[in-house]
């Protein structure tokens, strides 16, 4: 079964770094997500990307974070200058379309020390 | 700013019973729910899902129950088996292009041998 792959599975980094979290969607799904649990709350949205761009983002995804698809086939989100409360696990997904139910990634673990 | 809620942290039923497992929402907008299935250390697997336009859905020992009316959803799981023992997560969207999700804080299920 196609499933979505992230990398890397557990990232530590210090406070005031920049990090890269990436992800290989399913290929031939065209909506792609960032989600982002911190320990112990819930799953919360970031930013979804459709069509080459940002189609909506939450108050969450400051200037700080940046998504890209660089190649057509890998989706990244960067963290500019890390901060601790930036520490959380954090999965991609994807989807035909939003309907249809995403497939989320086994996420990365961020922890920045 | 719960739209999504799940007032019950943590479920625990024997194994061969019925599990319910209840969500609420606030959002009128909402028109489309979910259910994904997370174990630890994996991203959330999607279960189930539900329109607006659906009063219950059934997929082999899940069944989503859906209530506009109260705002109020339930997923049952019937008969209960001990690899159901997950965090079920709810979750909401509004039918549109780039639809985000919007979740619960989640269910601990424990089924008993």
């Known amino acids: 079964e196609p499933e979505v792959t992230q990398t890397p599975s557990h990232q530590v980094t210090q406070m005031g770094q920049e990090v890269i979290l990436r992800c290989v969607p399913i290929s031939n799904h065209l909506y792609f997500y960032w989600y982002r649990q911190i320990l112990g709350q819930k799953v919360e949205f970031l930013v979804s990307?459709?069509?080459?761009?940002?189609?909506?983002k939450s108050e969450i995804f400051d200037d700080q974070f940046s998504v890209e698809r660089p190649d057509g086939s890998n989706f990244t989100l960067k963290i500019r200058s890390t901060k601790l409360e930036d520490s959380a696990m954090y999965f991609c997904?994807?989807?035909?379309?939003?309907?249809?139910?995403?497939?989320f990634g086994s996420g990365t673990r961020l922890t920045v020390v | 700013d719960q739209q999504v809620k799940q007032n019950s942290p943590s479920l625990s039923v024997q194994e061969g019973r019925i599990s319910i497992l209840n969500c609420d929402y606030t959002?009128?907008?909402?028109?489309?729910f979910l259910w994904y299935k997370k174990y630890p250390a994996e991203g959330p697997t999607f279960l189930i899902s539900?329109?607006?336009?659906?009063d219950k859905n059934e997929d082999g020992r899940f069944t989503v129950f859906l209530n506009k009316s109260a705002k109020h959803l339930s997923l049952h799981i019937v008969p209960s088996q001990p690899g159901d023992s997950a965090v079920y997560f709810c979750a909401a969207s509004e039918t549109g292009a780039n639809s985000k999700l919007t979740f619960g804080k989640g269910i601990t299920l424990s089924v008993r041998p």
């Open positions: 990307f459709y069509n080459n761009e940002i189609s909506e």
């Open positions: 539900i329109s607006s336009i659906k």
């Open positions: 959002n009128s907008m909402f028109d489309y």
């Open positions: 997904a994807s989807s035909e379309a939003p309907s249809y139910g995403y497939t």
